[in-house]
């Protein structure tokens, strides 16, 4: 099982997105830097294998339902990052207006799908060994 982190910080935040890395699903767009890229602080990676945080933007809607949609992307988050992510990476999942109305299934699936898109899924044997 991964260890999950978080991001807080804003320039971690801005440190994902300047990779330009990313992939948009309906659901939620997910951003992607590996911990081998430059500038990665190996203090604030210590004792976790997957770093993640959480954004949405006024455009999700009022503040109970960008609150509402991160909830949702961090349940999405735990279900699937633990047993599908592969370690050393920064995640960001950035809420759209459709998170907080998509049935959940589809929004575990669009953050699964999103991670395949992106390469950062572990190889199956491994993900395979994890799960049994």
Request: aromatic fraction near 4%.
């Amino acid at each position: 099982m991964i260890r999950l982190g978080r991001l807080k910080k804003r320039a971690e935040f801005l440190a994902v997105a300047g990779t330009r890395r990313k992939w948009a699903q309906p659901g939620v767009i997910v951003q992607l830097r590996r911990w081998d890229q430059a500038g990665t602080d190996a203090e604030a990676t210590a004792g976790c294998d997957l770093r993640v945080g959480y954004t949405a933007s006024r455009k999700v809607g009022n503040s109970v339902a960008r609150n509402r949609a991160r909830r949702r992307l961090r349940a999405a988050a735990a279900e699937v990052l633990g047993r599908r992510a592969a370690p050393g990476l920064d995640l960001v999942l950035i809420a759209r207006g459709e998170t907080i109305r998509r049935p959940f299934a589809d929004l575990v699936a669009d953050l699964d799908r999103a991670l395949q898109k992106l390469g950062a899924v572990r190889p199956a044997a491994e993900a395979g060994g994890a799960a049994a």
